[in-house]
């Protein structure tokens, strides 16, 4: 039986906004532990960082499963992962510094993980700003791909933000950074598949 | 004869709000975030602020004198204390220790003394600390990470175990180690650092009076994920410093090696004195969020124990010997 597309879509719907309740759910129920703040952005950062990479699992799950349903959710699944990074950057912006912005602008400057968690968020901008439609036609196929290429150095650098982050246990982020590296080899064997064929043909 | 001057630290006396005043406002924080989950910005702010389940069998009591020095600042509450601890070696979230380290036994427990003292050995903890003498000290404790509590521990001055050991003049420092047994110990299965975690002191920083052996906190014997049964408190330095539950202490003339200093050199050095001025290399130290406040609060030259510590260090460059 096929399932229609457009129950996959609400379904998806659903599920990206499960973490956002849990996280409400358990901030009005004290479930965040003794420093609520710094878990809220763990915890944001962390979904950020979970969504981006499955946005990226998109195009490996089409080549596996060789259906088209994986590419249509894949504007909803990146702006999924731009709405939590964006909720992690207000986090630390309002809650965790109270916009102590002479503070920020130190961090940003002076801390390499807080400056490549920056630049991540202003491509997740910027991609999302052109994620409708009519302004990818605006641009134009070509153009919009170009520009839409930014979401694997933001990946990379996620991965980054998070290594650079962590104090002694390096384990989660290494496992962030193989996760998102197969997914790229996915798409390098593929690419390097697709001309040996074309040759072949 | 004695003469008490004042210090800065040296506030009024306030006695410590009872263990079970603080469950109970903490329990109404709960209900109150519970009951009014529609008026959401107000449940927000009871709620986040509200603790998880309090940890269940409380530790023997201690019988403590209070200390005339403690901070008169309103202390954490147990719950917190108890639930978000930096113990890597029963894993290295906040949450894990508390569930790793239930049921870890501290008891018998002995610590051996070695190197340049007259009284080497093998002594048992509550040979080493006299139940007797224990006083109950509230110190402001500040973490590297920049979050910070103020904890009623009771315990003993490192001096005095000091004297009694009798460092020789040559001995012009002092090491400690935890305990090594990855069995008890679960998250010394994974090399996060070098085991056993290891700490020191130079000599007149472990006799300063404010140098605390610990043994116990709100007036009863430590919790396991809080370092017992015997751990360092040094107010004035990073709580990294405050090595837990100690097997052994050495005396020697050269500067011991320390954990986190062989973990990260850059990042965290052999004297990791509590300083605003001097920024961690991937993080201002010149605030820090006291646990259950929402806005952060400066951060005070040696944890506001200036008064009492700066002279140890005076001609010292910090930035240098951070």
Redesign the interface.
């Known amino acids: 039986m096929k399932i229609p597309f457009r129950a996959i879509w609400w379904t998806v719907l659903v599920f990206v906004f499960l973490p956002l309740v849990w996280l409400i759910y358990n901030a009005l129920t004290g479930g965040l532990g003794a420093n609520p703040i710094e878990a809220i952005n763990r915890y944001l950062g962390d979904w950020a960082l979970r969504f981006l990479l499955i946005a990226l699992a998109l195009t490996p799950i089409r080549i596996f499963t060789k259906q088209a349903w994986p590419i249509r959710l894949r504007r909803m699944l990146g702006l999924t992962a731009f709405f939590y990074a964006f909720a992690h950057l207000s986090n630390y912006v309002v809650i965790d510094q109270f916009f102590d912005w002479a503070t920020i602008w130190q961090d940003i400057v002076k801390r390499r993980f807080i400056t490549v968690g920056m630049v991540v968020i202003l491509i997740l901008l910027v991609l999302a700003l052109t994620s409708p439609a009519r302004i990818a036609k605006r641009l134009g196929a070509k153009k919009w791909k170009q520009l839409h290429w930014l979401v694997y150095p933001a990946g990379a650098l996620a991965c980054l933000h998070f290594f650079w982050m962590v104090k002694a246990d390096i384990r989660e982020p290494i496992i962030y950074g193989i996760i998102f590296s197969i997914l790229i080899i996915i798409r390098l064997v593929e690419r390097h598949r697709k001309k040996l064929s074309l040759r072949g043909n | 004869m004695l003469i008490k001057v004042k210090k800065q630290s040296d506030l009024s006396e306030n006695d410590v709000t009872p263990e079970r005043l603080f469950k109970a406002r ?1 329990k109404f ?2 209900i109150g ?2 009951s009014i ?1 529609g008026a959401a910005l107000s ?2 702010a009871g ?6 389940t309090p940890t269940k069998a409380a530790g023997a009591q201690l019988g403590t004198t209070k200390w005339a020095g403690s901070t008169d600042e309103t202390p954490t509450d147990f ?2 204390i108890t ?2 601890n930096n113990f ?1 070696e029963f894993g ?1 979230s ?2 894990a220790p508390r569930f790793n380290a239930e049921g870890f036994v501290t008891s018998p427990w002995t610590v051996e003394v070695s190197g340049l003292a007259k009284n080497t050995g093998t002594f048992d903890v509550w040979d080493l600390i006299d139940k007797n003498k224990l006083e109950e000290r509230i110190y402001r404790h500040r973490c590297v ?1 920049t ?1 910070s509590m103020v904890v009623p521990w009771v315990g003993i001055p490192l001096a005095d175990i000091v004297k009694r050991l009798e460092p020789q003049t040559s001995a012009k420092y002092i090491a400690f180690k935890t305990l090594h047994d990855p069995e008890r110990m679960p998250g010394q299965e ?1 090399a ?2 070098q085991w056993p975690y290891v700490e020191g002191l130079r000599l007149d920083e472990a006799m300063n009076p404010l140098a605390l052996l610990v043994v116990g906190v709100y007036g009863q014997e430590l919790p396991p994920q809080n370092g017992a049964p015997i751990r360092l408190v040094v107010p004035w330095k990073y709580g990294f410093k405050g090595i837990k539950s100690i097997v052994k202490i050495e005396f020697s003339e050269n500067e011991p090696p320390t954990s986190w200093n062989i ?2 050199p850059g990042e965290y050095g052999f004297y990791a004195n509590v300083n605003p001025n001097v ?1 961690h290399p ?3 130290q ?2 820090e ?1 006291r ?2 406040e ?3 609060r400066k951060t005070l030259m040696f944890n506001g124990y200036s008064d009492e510590v700066a002279s140890l260090y005076s001609n010292m460059d910090l930035e240098k010997y951070f």
Do not use: C, D, H, Q
């Open positions: 903490r924080l709960n975030a519970a989950t449940g927000i709620g986040i602020f509200a603790s998880p719950e917190s639930t978000y890597y290295t906040k949450e990470e979050w994974r996060v650092l973990s990260a920024s991937r993080w201002s010149a605030k969020r646990i259950g929402f806005l952060k």
